[in-house]
């Protein structure tokens, strides 16, 4: 597995935007994929975004036209910015990096929409 470390969530008002990114600290090489899920209290973890070695890009319908995913390859880090944020955007974002058949998970960073 690749170490991920997460920053940049937090307390965001609705409507507010944060920025979260995600540090590979391992060698990255090959089809890869990299992205974001995200765990609500009670529900299910769910796909929020990820990009591919190709930089193609997969969202979540929720997310569509609010969130961006990004990378900068030569950092190894992976980017969400979301923008026009919701209560229902609440949840422990986790950063996660698909590569060789294996599973590589961040430890999670908590973001809060609530006025």
């Known amino acids: 597995q690749v170490p991920l470390v997460e920053s940049g969530g937090g307390l965001v008002q609705p409507g507010g935007s944060l920025r979260l990114s995600c540090a590979a600290s391992?060698?990255?090489?090959?089809?890869?994929?990299m992205g974001w899920y995200r765990q609500a209290p009670g529900k299910e973890r769910e796909l929020v975004a990820n990009?591919?070695?190709?930089?193609?890009?997969i969202y979540a319908d929720s997310v569509k036209g609010r969130f961006t995913i990004s990378r900068d390859y030569a950092k190894n880090t992976v980017y969400l910015q979301m923008n026009s944020l919701k209560p229902e955007d609440t949840a422990v974002y986790y950063c996660?990096?698909?590569?060789?058949?294996?599973?590589?998970w961040g430890q999670g960073t908590q973001v809060t929409v609530s006025s």
């Open positions: 996660n990096l698909k590569m060789g058949g294996r599973d590589s």
């Open positions: 990009i591919n070695s190709r930089a193609t890009t």
């Open positions: 391992g060698s990255i090489f090959g089809f890869y994929l």
